[in-house]
């Protein structure tokens, strides 16, 4: 930061006159500039600042807002039974130990498309490195067979489950498609992007982080 | 709360809109309120312009050097939309640095813009508000309340509310201290002692809090430490006008 000399020394375009070191001194100026008032109502403010801080300290235990699920970052994802699209069932809770990115998509949808073949690459090229992902067709709104194809157009080797009844787009609050959650190895979202499509570079860097955390 | 607004076939993020309100109504009072701190207006929005402009780039480019590896194998992602791949920290301090370097080189007055600037930076804050209140961020923490909302899977204090009303009281008050006859920097110290103020209050209700040690948020002791300086700072130049004039 400059000294006050060096910054008031005003502008020399447009304004014309140079404009003066300070005005004159004011009624504010006087009341901030007496030392022995100043100090004591700083010294207020600052003890009842401090005081309040102690006060509202985070309890022993407290420090972690993610303990109930919820579908935003800092929680605990919330967990999900549903149908794989090959047929048999994947339980969200039972990827526990993996990075996981949640994509909930339609095929009727155009960014899920676009972003599909970046998920796909992303998948082959980390899956060995502990990345799962679980595309969760929002088939209420979508049908098995438009995302059977729509799997097939695109050689969709991850997980494709069927959100038949809306139930976990409910559990995530879906309001926007494509909607994507990547979520870490304790299970807690980290991040959460809304719409797409995404790029790879964009998914291969938000999945860096996770992967190289234990 | 409602991250998305539909409009047809159209869904806007609100809370990005909200931000772009803000900085079109920041940017509008800087023209209206520069010529009042004697500071070229012209010359001021150019600054905020490229420290926007800087603030920008410099959060996508300290984002890419995280992952130099993956970027470097898909340069043109530097150019994605996302919002999700900036480095905002790093963004705000190349944006304030390349604007404080562009203000020095141009001569501007340093009080006296940050005079000029207050207004906007005070009505930004009702505007970053409403953008956690669409968003659903700066949550606060489990409350029973009778005003409190259902947000996250739990009751909790609604500190986006709080946040918007103390943005606004704050604003009243810069409106009201930006006609009051003082030495250059008043105002700016003013709204920044306001908003260290209002940070130290609301962290206390938040449910988001980082925190340092033995359960102390560091929003609050940051907010605390920055109230101390602006005191001693604002004194000082008190104490420079009362003995200058």
Redesign the interface.
Known sequence: ??S?T??????????GAP?P??????T??????E?KR?LAI?TL??LA??A?????????G??S?GQ???P?V??AAPDFTLDLLEGGELTLSELRGKAVVVNLWASWCPPCSAEMPALERVYEANRDRGLEIVAVNTTFQDSEGAAAEFAQEFGLTFSIVLDRTGEASRAYQL??LPTTFFIDRRGMIR?V???GP?????I???I?KLLTEE | MFPILQLGPVALQLPGLFLLAGIWVGAWLVDREAPRHEVPGATLSSLVFYGLIAGVIGARLAYALRYVNVYVQDPLSLFSLNLSTFAPAEGILIGLTVAFVIGQRRRLPFWASLDALTPSFAAFGVLIGLAHLSSGDAYGTPANVPWAIELWGARRHPTQVYEILLAILALAVVWRLRIVESFPGFLFLAWAALAAVSRLLLEGFRGDSPVLFEGLRSPQLVSLAVLACTFAIVHRRAQIARDGA
């Open positions: 930061m400059p006050a060096a910054s008031e020394r005003g502008p020399s375009t447009q304004i404009r070191r300070f005005r004159a001194p004011s504010v100026s006087a009341f901030i500039a030392r100043w700083s403010v600052l600042g401090l309040w801080t102690l006060r509202s300290a985070v309890p022993p407290g420090t807002p109930a699920p919820s935003r800092g929680f309001r926007a991040e992007v809304l719409g995404m790029s790879e570079t964009t291969q860097t938000m860096e």
